[in-house]
């Protein structure tokens, strides 16, 4: 199965003809998965399965992950990872890679993401106060620049915070759509507002 | 591929831990020691390592950023903390201490008989020891530039090149040093190293080894 995640952008193909040899071979079917004790290897098989568009093995992989790998999350950093049920003090590291991977992938990422580098963008947000501060959506779509904010915990909401785009070509010609404020500085487009759950556009004057 | 849009709560959570985990100081030197959330015991006898934390954390690095293409600077800062970690002393602390045969090969447990053919049980090193200086290879200090490590080099270079198609600066194509042991220090950069497999790979059409003597199938 692991060789199936290297594989699966270079060869498809015959990525997907191993996938399915591995998959039978670990137990996974659409009707469950039949050993829950190899972290990696049910990881990988939720990744492609969400990479390929295999529905039949995502159901019972993710019934496996929610009721064997024990999702935790911390709420006074608003963290999330998966305890896997070892008792330990730090997450393993190895399988939280993977199982982190599987959540974040989306049909053809991994594919796309080994072909060509990212393409450039007309704008960057840059100098977002990390943790304090994370963006759930960032994106441009049909020239405007759409952003998502989340607070890190509740107790982050209402501070003030502040980033900035970079990149822009005319940064004097846009403005913000929602609870935020754009100042032009040198060539850069500075957005004050606040932390909480919101969303916010950048859209040309 | 289908666009996604928007990073699940989880991903910003996970995000978060992996972010805070990076930037937790500790030395990777010979005379430190990763911090003990770096994990060094997942599937032994391969995987043991605390490099492979470092790799297999990068990937969710990449895919996130494909989320949110107009935002990349946390996840290039984390793959940066991985990527510093991967030059230190203890990204090869298999190969820079595992000399020779393995003196423990009559005492595998019997969990790695899977892993060894039946009839060199107890003469054969479990996959996970890398046997440096193994004839007729010798010792070969830079895990690089030696003959076997394919498993570090490799891994290295998906951790590169995941940053170099995230990135907008090409920072790890300048040279930079590794292991940092004295005379057991090798400048390389994501270039020269790629250059370097290349090579390797066209001497040995049979492929590279990650352990010495041990040549897997892909």
């Given amino acids: 199965m692991t060789y199936c995640f290297y594989l699966a952008p270079q060869v498809p193909a015959e990525a997907k003809r191993l996938f399915a040899a591995a998959a039978a071979n670990a137990g996974i079917t659409a009707d469950g998965v039949a050993n829950v004790g190899s972290p990696r290897i049910n990881a990988i098989a939720l990744l492609l399965s969400r990479e390929w568009g295999l529905k039949e093995f995502e159901a019972p992989l993710v019934d496996v992950l929610e009721t064997n790998y024990e999702p935790t999350w911390d709420p006074e950093r608003g963290e999330f990872t998966w305890g896997l049920g070892l008792g330990e003090e730090h997450p393993r590291g190895q399988y939280n890679g993977f199982l982190a991977a599987a959540e974040a992938v989306t049909p053809g990422a991994w594919t796309a993401l080994s072909e060509a580098p990212m393409s450039p963008q007309p704008g960057l947000v840059e100098g977002v106060d990390f943790p304090t501060l994370a963006l759930a959506e960032a994106h441009w779509e049909a020239g405007a620049l759409r952003l998502g904010l989340k607070p890190q915990t509740s107790s982050a909401i209402g501070r003030p915070t502040k980033f900035k785009i970079s990149g822009l070509q005319e940064p004097s010609h846009w403005r913000v759509e929602g609870e935020a404020r754009a100042t032009v500085r040198g060539s850069d487009l500075m957005i004050d507002t606040t932390v909480k759950d919101h969303r916010i556009a950048l859209l040309p004057t | ?218």
């Fill in chain 2, 1 to 218: 591929m289908t666009t996604s849009t928007k990073l699940s709560d989880r991903s910003l959570g996970w995000l978060r831990y992996i972010h805070r985990k990076a930037h937790t100081p500790d030395d990777w030197s010979k005379e430190g020691k990763p911090h003990p959330h770096w994990d060094d015991r997942s599937d032994p006898p391969l995987a043991s390592y605390p490099r492979f934390d470092l790799i297999d954390s990068s990937y969710a690095m990449g895919l996130m950023a494909q989320t949110t293409p107009a935002w990349r600077e946390p996840y290039v800062a984390v793959l940066d903390q991985l990527l510093e970690r991967h030059t230190g002393w203890w990204s090869a602390n298999d190969w820079l201490t595992q000399f020779g045969d393995d003196p423990n090969r009559k005492d595998y447990p019997d969990m790695y008989r899977f892993l060894i053919p039946p009839e060199l049980w107890g003469n054969y090193d479990a996959p996970g020891w890398t046997a440096n200086g193994v004839e007729p290879y010798g010792i070969q200090m830079d895990p690089v530039a030696a003959d076997g490590m394919l498993f570090y080099k490799g891994f290295f270079l998906v951790m590169l090149g995941l940053r170099s198609m995230i990135a907008t600066d090409d920072r790890w194509n300048e040279p930079f040093k590794m292991i940092r042991d004295g005379d057991n220090t090798f400048e390389w950069s994501h270039t020269a190293i790629a250059a370097h497999l290349t090579n390797q790979w066209k001497d040995k059409p049979q492929g590279c080894h990650c352990e010495n003597t041990k040549v897997w199938p892909l």
